[in-house]
């Protein structure tokens, strides 16, 4: 819900999504593909003031995967790094099985993304039925992997809400609100306004925007309360009109001066976890 006060001087929490599965060096040749080249991007993220990883994996050529020893490859040497929140997708790539796109929950991470409903994705389906979300937040919740809910369309809130009262989505409720897929909603100020109205007061939010309209999104979620907001090179490849990020932490920078000068401070990883409500996980040995 849009708080009554401007947020102003509430921690920020900055997510980075490194490499995602639709993007590709030919959009931006620094585009991370091994598990290697994530984590060392996911590191200096964190250096400069990421607190969240939306994590995908690829194939060494790039192609993306799927496979369970990426996800773990790659959980392992962030967690090595830093403590930097690691969030696996469970979207994947379109054309993916559920039961592909669930190979992340295997690794450990401290929450996983879960989709709630189907969209048109650019050119493709990108499918999730309701039995699909109730499966990965059955493993999700007996493994304490913390949810994060992709929304992509208005609709997808009030499916959430609805999952929720029938104990399939455990509190809290934490939305992503991503804007400017094509195929679901688009990326405009009413949109936002409504999306982010629609997640009751107790839920945190997030925003995250595809493409040229990635900054003036997150700016409008950051003044409008969000308590997250997302880059990097899965949404989007240019750090300004016509000029490629040089890195994923370029991104993150690039964010965090906006996002502090409009009275918002970036959320340390204590903080995040506190927002967010994600505690560190002790793993066995
Ligand atoms: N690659 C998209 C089809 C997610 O990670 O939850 C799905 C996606 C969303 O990226
Ligand atoms: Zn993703």
């Known amino acids: 819900m849009i708080p009554r006060d401007t947020a102003e001087g509430n921690p920020l929490i900055i997510a980075v999504a490194p490499t995602g599965a639709e993007t590709t060096r030919r959009d931006n040749p620094a585009l991370p593909h091994t598990p290697k080249e994530i984590a060392r991007e996911v590191v200096s993220a964190s250096e400069v003031g990421a607190t969240v990883a939306h994590l995908h994996v690829r194939e060494p050529d790039g192609t993306p995967s799927s496979r369970e020893e990426l996800f773990a490859e790659c959980v392992a040497l962030i967690r090595q790094e830093c403590d930097i929140i690691t969030q696996v997708s469970t979207g994947g790539a379109t054309g993916m099985t559920i039961e592909e796109r669930s190979s992340g929950l295997l690794a450990s991470p401290d929450m996983s993304g879960i989709e709630v409903g189907s969209i048109n994705f650019f050119n ?34 009030d499916t959430a809400i609805r999952l929720h009262s029938q104990g399939i989505l455990p509190e809290p409720l934490r939305f992503n609100l991503v804007f400017g897929v094509p195929g679901a909603v688009a ?17 945190t939010w997030g925003v995250t925007a595809i493409g040229r309209h990635q900054t003036r999104m997150l700016t409008l979620g950051l003044l409008l309360g969000a308590h997250c907001i997302r880059v990097g090179l899965e949404d989007a490849v240019y750090i300004s009109r016509g000029r490629l990020a040089s890195s994923n932490a370029e991104l993150v920078t690039n964010i965090r001066k906006l996002a502090e000068s409009l009275g918002r401070p970036t959320a340390t990883i204590t903080e995040a976890r506190e927002i967010l409500s994600v505690p560190r996980r002790t793993l066995p040995t």
């Open 124 to 157: 493709d389906l990108f499918q999730t039925l309701p039995n699909e979300t109730e499966a990965i937040a059955r493993v999700a919740t007996e493994s304490g992997i913390a949810l994060e809910i992709e929304t992509f369309d208005l609709g997808q809130i």
């Open 187 to 203: 990326a405009n100020a009413h949109n936002l306004f409504a999306m982010a109205d629609a997640a009751p007061s107790s839920a």
